[in-house]
């Protein structure tokens, strides 16, 4: 199993290079199908569309959220298609974090001119491989 921060920038390296091939424009959907190919391409395990249930105080809730996708069972990533994305994006990211009880998530944006901007790491209490 690959560490985290290897994952991480595969992860980063595929937006990228999908981002410059393509370019801000389509619709979330489109980045996170094309995504998950390009990771599965890579050797990565890939879920979309994950539906994560929690239990809070007793209670399963089991419709909490959705991860757009999960790699190798260690990392969210969080798309969006904006022209900024709002702090909440963040906020929400490290909930699932913590909810999942994992270290490292990743908010990227396909929204923008350069994606490398659009790219953020989120950590949850993570101390490095």
């Keep these: 199993m690959p560490p985290i921060n290897q ?8 937006a990228i290079r999908i981002h410059a091939d393509l370019g801000p424009g ?27 249930p929690f239990e809070y105080r007793g209670t399963r809730i089991e419709f909490g959220f959705r991860v757009d996708l999960l790699v190798d069972g260690r ?22 974090l913590r909810l999942l009880k994992l270290p ?12 490398i901007d659009g790219v953020q790491r989120i950590v949850n209490g993570y101390v490095d491989e």
């Design 26 to 52: 389509l619709f979330e959907s489109a980045y996170e199908e094309i995504l998950a190919a390009e990771l599965t391409r890579r050797g990565l395990r890939v879920q979309r569309q994950l539906l994560v």
């Design 75 to 96: 990392v969210p990533v969080e798309l969006k298609c904006t022209d900024r994305p709002a702090p909440i994006h963040q906020r929400q990211l490290l909930t699932y």
């Design 7 to 14: 994952i991480t920038a595969d992860i980063i390296d595929a």
């Design 104 to 115: 490292v998530g990743l908010l990227i944006n396909f929204g923008g001119d350069r994606l």
